[in-house]
């Protein structure tokens, strides 16, 4: 029998955990350091935002236009076009986050745009806002 998840009760607290991107080893065990709560929520969109086309192993869906719009002429066009492929990669592939705002500006003066995402992680009643920026790689 298949477990439904449709009628999970709305009071079950969950506790989001996932290994820590820089691999560095716990100072007792040795084994990777875990990344846990909204910790784990925005290291998780920080990945899925710079994944590139093709990157995730056995999943050749998840991935977006964003990396090739930044070869792009730099304007406002391109900075809504971005904005567009970050919320709807947001939407489609972390349903663990509520879009609050996009922002999305040219840096004309360093070649790369400033991103700011405000969101809210599932549970969890306060804001974040991360910021970053994105720039061509050749």
């Given amino acids: ?22 691999f560095t080893p716990h100072p007792v065990t040795g084994d990777i350091n875990m990344v846990t709560g909204t ?16 990157e995730k192993p056995f999943h050749p869906e998840i991935s977006s236009g964003i990396r090739s719009l ?10 809504a076009s971005l904005k567009k492929e970050i919320v709807i990669l947001i939407e489609n592939f972390e ?13 004309y003066v360093n070649n790369q745009f ?19 920026y994105l720039q061509r790689v050749r």
């Fill in 1 to 22: 029998m298949a477990l439904d998840t449709t009628k999970v009760p709305s009071n079950i607290t969950r506790i989001f955990t996932d290994f820590d991107v820089s």
């Fill in 39 to 54: 910790n784990s929520v925005v290291q998780s969109l920080m990945n899925l935002v710079q994944l590139n086309s093709y």
């Fill in 70 to 79: 930044l070869f792009e002429q730099m304007d406002s066009i391109v900075a």
């Fill in 114 to 132: 400033n991103v700011t995402i405000e969101f809210y992680v599932l549970n969890n009643t306060l804001p974040i806002t991360i910021s970053a």
């Fill in 95 to 107: 349903p663990r986050v509520q879009i609050i705002d996009v922002d999305v500006s040219p840096d």
